[in-house]
Nanobody
Framework: QVQFVESGGGLVQPGGSLRLTCAASGFDFSRYVMSWYRQAPGKERELVASVTPVDESTNYADSVKGRFTISRDNRKHTVQLQMNSLKPEDTAVYYC?????????????WGQGTQVTVSS
């Protein structure tokens, strides 16, 4: 059974930092691209950052480049998102995602989301 435990969300002032952690189980973590998405009220869900399974190449949305850092630990089956210099427009529900192609079958798993609110 695929499970995600997301933590680290909360309320922070503009300019502050948060670290999101997603602990995954129930699938072969080391074979999946791990990503963080976010969805703000009234907006579509968007990709924030992703990290590939083997060489750990990263990709970021333009809006978070230089402020956010994604990392993964294939032994602990965790993926983290370090968020610095937070802005009010970063306010959203953040979702952990795992995407993989195993024996030509695509898999796509989602966490339940964690709220991040940036406000003074």
């Amino acid at each position: 059974q695929v499970q995600f435990v997301e933590s680290g969300g909360g309320l922070v002032q503009p300019g502050g930092s948060l670290r999101l952690t997603c602990a995954a189980s129930g699938f072969d973590f080391s074979r999946y691209v791990m990503s963080w998405y976010r969805q703000a009220p009234g907006k579509e869900r968007e990709l924030v950052a992703s990290v590939t399974p083997v060489d750990e190449s990263t990709n970021y949305a333009d809006s978070v480049k230089g402020r956010f850092t994604i990392s993964r630990d294939n032994r602990k089956h965790t993926v983290q998102l370090q968020m610095n210099s937070l802005k009010p427009e970063d306010t959203a529900v953040y979702y952990c995602n795992a995407e993989g192609l195993i024996f030509k079958i695509g898999y796509d798993y989602w966490g339940q989301g964690t709220q991040v609110t940036v406000s003074s």
